[in-house]
């Protein structure tokens, strides 16, 4: 009798291991995570990507969950992680997480055609050329960005820099400029154009400008999202209406942007990602 209960209880015990273990695949297959870059505006792009949630919940029976990020940083570490099934990302974050992380692309992003990257001065600066930043302190946007940290940090390679610092945003960075507590600082020309105004006490210059255009974003998928499921969701999203799609900002059928010269930028400056936090840092 005792050996008939202990084997009853055993056996009871797989089972409700195995439903547990049955759930728990279950939950986590039907959640999709949306990931974005925000800077400060978390509540307003939740509420962009509200009715696309809603959209995709319906089509897929999954939960859906918008998740802003206040910078590429954070973003990265959810990437990494593979918090995200899907990630609206711009073009230094997208490099990376293809480059590293094995997520693909599904859809181009609305972008400027013309993005740069520069590095700005204040106008009395006696700074005129890259070389001339050797010793100095120069502000970067933080790890993912294309235009604030991967295009800046491989044009500086060769130099000896003071220090490096990281803004939290491309405004911070026209401010620190504005404020002399660094000496140059880079960002994109679009972000330039953006902020700059705001700061009309501050005259500034374009010391250097990047001849390379910068890819436009994409959407990207998680390789954790089962591959017969990334199919369905790439329908769902073509199949999404003009309102829907450029409320987001995505290009249903559009040609994937190329690229390998971002990946090669991304895997030069990953050579000299231990020095950037060094004082002085020594770019090579």
């Not at 291991?17 to 695949?25: F, P, T």
């Not at 995570?33 to 978390?42: A, K, R």
């Amino acid at each position: 009798m005792s050996f008939t209960f202990s084997r009853r209880c055993f056996f009871l015990q797989l089972l409700l291991l195995s439903a547990c273990a049955v759930k728990s695949r279950q939950s986590q297959g039907d959640r999709l995570t949306i990931g974005v870059i925000s800077y400060e505006q978390g509540e307003q792009t939740r509420d962009r990507f509200t009715r696309f949630g809603r959209y995709l919940a319906e089509k897929t029976g999954a939960r859906v969950e918008i998740e802003p990020a206040f910078n590429e940083n954070l973003a990265l570490r959810r990437i990494a992680d593979g918090a995200w099934s899907l990630v609206f990302a711009p073009p230094g974050l997208a490099a990376i997480a293809m480059a590293k992380h094995q997520y693909s692309a599904l859809f181009p992003l609305l972008g400027t055609s013309n993005l740069q990257s520069i590095f700005v001065v204040r106008q009395d600066s006696p700074i005129q050329d890259l070389k001339a930043l050797q010793q100095k302190t120069v502000a970067l946007g933080y790890l993912g960005s294309a235009t604030g940290y991967y295009l800046p940090l491989y044009n500086l390679y060769g130099l000896t820099l003071a220090e490096i610092q990281f803004a939290p945003t491309p405004k911070t960075v026209l401010e620190w400029v504005a404020q002399e507590k660094v000496t140059a600082g880079a960002l994109s020309n679009e972000e330039f154009n953006l902020y700059s105004p705001n700061l009309n006490t501050t005259q500034f210059r374009i010391l250097f400008a990047d001849v390379h255009k910068v890819p436009p974003g994409v959407v990207l998928i998680s390789p954790s999202v089962e591959h017969n499921r990334q199919d369905v969701i790439r329908k769902i999203m073509n199949a999404a209406t003009p309102i829907l799609t450029q409320e987001l900002g995505y290009v249903p059928n559009g040609k994937l942007p190329d690229y390998q010269y971002m990946i090669s930028v991304v895997e030069r400056v990953t050579s000299i990602a231990h020095e950037v936090h060094n004082k002085p840092a020594r770019l090579f």
